[in-house]
Antibody, heavy 117, light 108 residues
């Protein structure tokens, strides 16, 4: 079965750091661009970061630029999101998403990140 | 700032057709426009890609179109299971991706 499984979410205080992981199974990550998309409680979807298949193109939303770092390890079939200097407004469900032909076709189940003092 | 505007809510009765619009400058620049369905507590699911392409397994009751800077998702023969939130997504260069604000579909 083709799937993405996120892990690493949790409760942290403002200013702390967290690293999210996304493990792909049923397919090889290597040929695909990948993304992180988040959703604050009761709110809409927000694209957070994108990495091309060869990591030559990386994009961040203005809201996280300078604080978050996306990376991939195709040997481990995994995607990562390092989140530093976390803020209350970073709270939400974070989805790992595969990108095929400019559509987001495979979504993980999401991992919850809560930033609160 | 690139932005995509969707109606906050739409509704329809079973068997009817509804259309959700998505308006923004990036919509008219390329074909990388897609639509997503999200049921409460679930991950989104793509229902339309490249403006009007239906992924394998998606009901043919879902269709997409575009006119100028507005993309549209039409659901025909509404069913109770179609009740969900719907989001449009466009490649925008800067920002790379932009989502619409989402539309809540209520099946009466």
């Amino acid at each position: 079965e083709v799937q993405l499984v996120e892990s690493g979410g949790g409760l942290v205080q403002p200013g702390e750091s967290l690293t999210l992981s996304c493990a792909a199974s049923g397919f090889a990550l290597a040929p695909y661009p990948m993304n992180w998309v988040r959703q604050a409680p009761g709110k809409g979807l927000e694209a957070v970061s994108h990495i091309s298949h060869d990591a030559t193109t990386i994009w961040y939303a203005d809201s996280v630029k300078g604080r978050f770092t996306i990376s991939r390890d195709d040997g481990k079939n995994s995607l990562y999101l390092r989140m530093n200097s976390l803020r209350d407004e970073d709270t939400g469900v974070y989805y790992c998403v595969r990108d095929i032909n400019w559509a987001l076709d495979i979504w993980g189940q999401g991992t919850m990140v809560t930033v609160s003092s | 700032q690139a932005a995509l505007t969707q109606p906050a809510s739409v509704s329809g009765s079973p068997g009817q057709s509804i259309t959700i619009s998505c308006t923004g400058t990036s919509i008219g620049l390329h074909k990388h426009v897609s639509w997503y369905q999200q049921h409460p507590g679930k991950a989104p699911k793509v229902v339309i890609s490249e403006i009007n392409k239906r992924p394998s397994g998606v009901s043919n009751r879902f269709s997409g179109s575009r006119s100028a800077n507005t993309a549209s998702l039409t659901i025909s023969g509404l069913q109770a299971e179609d009740e969900a939130d719907y989001y449009c997504l466009s490649y925008a260069d800067s920002p790379f991706w932009v989502f619409g604000g989402g539309t809540k579909l209520t099946v009466l």
